[in-house]
């Protein structure tokens, strides 16, 4: 057999391996010539969307953002809020008061921003000029003179009835008088026998010791005094009600009394909120509850008032009158920002306090309400974390959801103990807030489709994206954030040099060299160590080589497990070639994720062929250490393998693939080209290139496509190299697809730039595996067979013998 030599096939230069960001091209000598940065950078799209959901007052409007940590999603809600809360109107402030028609439902009062501490103050001042002028009334000479009118006419009243009733009882040889029954004398008609009057006892005592009175004078005494005895119930009760009539006219007599002062007090609170009608009808109910507790403000020793002998009510002037204000935007200017970092259901809907002594729990009150940020937040904006919300129990989602749908508000009503009765629970009420919960396209997604109220009144998304264009304005606003950085946090200024690498690692960062990114938490973190390593040298100005000490320092710090692997491959424990030539292996790339560092480590992957209809056979499938992804791959490689070669014969084969030495699950389609080129040397003898790794998944029609992570495989497998000896000849396959997003590490570049190493960019299976073998793939011309000394005609040429010897065997 004569092989046929593959065709020369280029690599990529050294320019095609990174984007540099040319300082000069920078408009600034260093940043301290630049305007910092206030606003949000490279997020057009979503800003577009928040300023919508902010804007529209339609119901279910509320905001849901999405985007990953770092790309300014809290900075931006902030800074959108701000501009626009001082352009509407302060919300009212919420107070909470007695409801004296059912106390245990206290009564909200909305009132215009900054009245509910006034209203509060006014209270307290009514209370305290009613106990300075009530207790005056009540002891001028002409109100005590009246009183005593009163006691007199009732008092005489009295008499006259008990009086005519004692001659009455007189004049028919009976008498009244009072018997002492422990402490309590009562009134009795008792006979008068020998001039003295008797208790009926007695005198029946008397009659059984000597004879007299008789029996039949016992009897007549007994028929005289039982009508007397019920008239004088009749007495008794009359007096009674003659008591209560005193007792209703002092009340009349005090209130009308007291009415003014209480009109004039109440009057002066009134005269503030004249445009709240819930305020006046509550004032009015103060004002009669006033006449009807005038006891609290005058003492016990002016007697109940009337209501008071009704219903035998007690209560605390102080706490009745006092004004809880729940919410106070006295302070406030336009509509409130809120950022809620614990949104239990106490922060979010309010609650009632308990105060529990050793002696017992104090009584539950509407001065023991407590407001949540709803409360806080109505008229205006409250910014949630979706991750703190699902934290909490689904009651405190469900919960959300019911206000913002209904626009009412309920603070949790509080019990009896822990599973008694309802005490007291506050009257709910309207609110009108805007809610922007940020959290991520995971959860996003989940509550869309399985929450229907989610998409009734979460109906405006605003992604975050990672990236933005890569131009000159996009550089000039990295100066701009990194001098703001500079203002605020007191750092050195950086020069157009230092600027220069941020916005390379930027890039990096984006994955793409015509974009940049936008996660600018992770750009803030490499200009503050910069800065500390230029301090360090004694440097006044940040350069490139602080930063790129700084980016050094960072992949130091988070390399420990990138080194440990890398030492096992040195060592020979995991086996890879770096040189030579062999059939049916080759060196995958696979990227591994430490957290805030991902690097790219080699892998041998395998293949072996044999006679037989298994077709494909995936070792990490079948133990159960393969992933979805990568089980797709492995069917995809199996479908080009038939297109390929079995058009005009069975496809008779039985190959396994498999990633040598891993122990750990395996996911991705990056290795699918990896593995086909295995097969293919494995069916047609030609061995690979060990000094060359392959990334790339496949389409079924032999198309190498892109993958993911290409600069952290390629330094992966250059560092081993490194590590093993560079012999000038060693590099990567990658799909040409990836070129675009190369931004690979200087060491990199300069070792292609010195010829020590190369990238091999890849569009199709049958130019990945000419590289590979130095054999051409071969082409098939209609129905013409491959030619023979290609690696495709050596693979139709092994696999119809395999069908022949299958043919042959089970005929």
């Not at 007495?235 to 006219?249: G, K, Q, Y």
């Not at 934290?391 to 626009?407: I, M, Q």
């Not at 032999?702 to 000038?728: A, H, S, W, Y």
Request: aromatic share 6%; with cysteine; glycine share 8%.
């Amino acid at each position: 057999m004569t092989e046929h030599a593959a065709p020369a096939h280029p690599t990529l230069a050294p320019e095609d391996l990174r984007w540099y960001c040319d300082p000069g091209s920078l408009p600034f000598a260093d940043t301290t010539e630049l305007e910092p940065h206030r606003e949000i950078i490279g997020q057009a799209r979503a800003l577009r969307a928040i300023q919508l959901g902010l804007e529209m007052d339609s119901p279910g409007y509320n905001i849901f953002v999405t985007g990953f940590v770092g790309t300014g999603r809290n900075t931006t809600i902030r800074s959108v809020l701000e501009r626009l809360d001082h352009d509407r109107e302060t919300p009212p402030d919420l107070c909470y008061v007695h409801n004296f028609v059912d106390r245990d439902r206290p009564k909200a009062l909305v009132v215009p921003a900054g009245r509910g501490r006034r209203l509060a103050a006014r209270m307290k001042l009514l209370l305290r000029r009613l106990e300075r002028d009530l207790p005056q009334v009540f002891e001028s000479e002409e109100y005590l003179r009246q009183r005593h009118a009163i006691v007199e006419r009732f008092k005489t009243r009295q008499r006259e009835g008990i009086q005519a009733f004692e001659k009455k009882v007189e004049a028919a040889g009976f008498a009244l008088v009072q018997v002492q029954a422990g402490p309590i004398a009562n009134p009795q008609v008792v006979p008068v026998w020998k001039g003295e009057p008797k208790i009926l006892d007695e005198l029946e005592t008397e009659a059984a010791e000597s004879g007299s009175p008789t029996s039949d004078e016992l009897k007549e005494i007994h028929e005289k005094l039982k009508p007397f005895s019920e008239e004088l119930q009749s007495v008794v009760r009359e007096a009674v009600r003659i008591e209560t009539d005193m007792l209703h006219r002092f009340a009349e007599h005090a209130q009308s009394t007291a009415g003014p002062v209480a009109a004039r007090g109440v009057e002066m609170v009134r005269e503030d909120f004249r445009e709240c009608p819930e305020v006046m009808k509550w004032l009015d109910q103060v004002e009669r509850d006033v006449l009807a507790h005038l006891s609290e403000f005058v003492g016990k020793s002016e007697g109940p008032s009337a209501e008071e002998v009704e219903e035998d009510t007690a209560s605390d002037a102080e706490t009745r009158y006092a004004v809880n204000v729940v919410v106070d935007n006295s302070e406030a200017k336009g509509a409130p920002v809120v950022v809620e970092n614990m949104p239990t259901a106490s922060q979010l809907f309010g609650l009632i306090d308990r105060v529990v002594h050793p002696d017992g729990e104090e009584p539950i009150d509407h001065t023991k309400i407590r407001g949540g940020s709803l409360h806080r937040a109505n008229g205006g904006y409250l910014v949630l974390n979706a991750t703190d919300v699902f934290s909490e129990s689904a009651a405190v989602w469900n919960a959300l959801k019911r206000t913002l749908r209904t626009g009412r508000l309920e603070i949790p009503a509080a019990t009896q103990g822990v599973f008694g009765p309802v005490a007291l629970k506050p009257e709910p009420v309207c609110i009108s807030v805007k809610v922007v919960l940020i959290g991520d396209v995971n959860t996003y997604s989940v509550l869309h489709a399985y929450d229907d109220d989610f998409r009734k009144i979460f109906k405006v998304r605003a992604d975050f994206d990672t990236e933005m264009p890569n131009g000159a304005t996009q550089l000039v606003d990295y100066g701009r954030f990194v001098q703001r950085l500079v203002e605020e946090e007191s750092l050195p200024p950086f020069d157009r040099t230092a600027v220069a690498r941020i916005a390379e690692y930027g890039v990096r960062l984006a994955g793409r060299r015509n974009r940049i990114s936008t996660r600018f938490n992770l750009i803030a973190d490499a200009v503050r160590e910069a800065a500390y390593f230029a301090r360090r040298s004694g440097a006044e100005t940040v350069g490139s080589e602080h930063v790129q000490e700084a980016l050094d320092a960072k992949d130091d710090r988070n390399a420990l497990a990138m080194e440990k692997m890398q030492e096992l491959i040195e060592e020979g424990s995991i086996f890879i070639d770096v040189d030579g030539m062999k059939r049916g292996q080759l060196n995958g790339l696979a990227v591994f994720d430490a957290g805030e560092f991902a690097f790219g480590l080699p892998s041998k992957i395998t293949a072996s062929v044999a006679m037989g209809n298994s077709g494909i056979i995936n070792i990490e499938r079948e133990a159960e250490l393969s992933g979805r992804t990568y089980d797709k791959g492995i069917q995809i490689l199996s479908g080009y393998i038939r297109q390929k070669y079995a058009q005009e014969k069975p496809l008779t084969l039985s190959a396994s693939v498999c990633f040598e030495q891993s122990y750990h699950g395996v996911d991705g389609d990056s290795a699918s080209s990896t593995e086909i080129y295995a097969i293919l040397s494995a069916l047609s003898g030609f061995p690979l290139r060990q000094d060359l790794a392959v990334t790339g998944s496949v389409n079924q029609k032999g198309d190498v496509q892109p993958i993911g992570g290409v600069n952290e495989k390629i330094e992966g497998f250059f560092d081993v190299c490194v590590r093993m000896g560079l012999t000038g000849q060693q590099g990567v396959l990658i799909p040409a697809s990836n070129v675009a997003e190369l931004m690979l590490a200087e060491r990199v570049v300069q070792a292609v730039r010195d010829g020590r190493f190369h990238i091999f960019p890849v569009h199709t299976i049958d130019q990945g595996i000419e590289i590979l073998t130095g054999v051409a793939a071969g082409e098939r011309y209609g129905k013409r067979p491959y030619p023979r000394g290609t690696v495709n005609g050596q693979v139709d040429l092994r696999l119809r013998e395999m069908a022949r010897a299958m043919r042959d065997y089970t005929s």
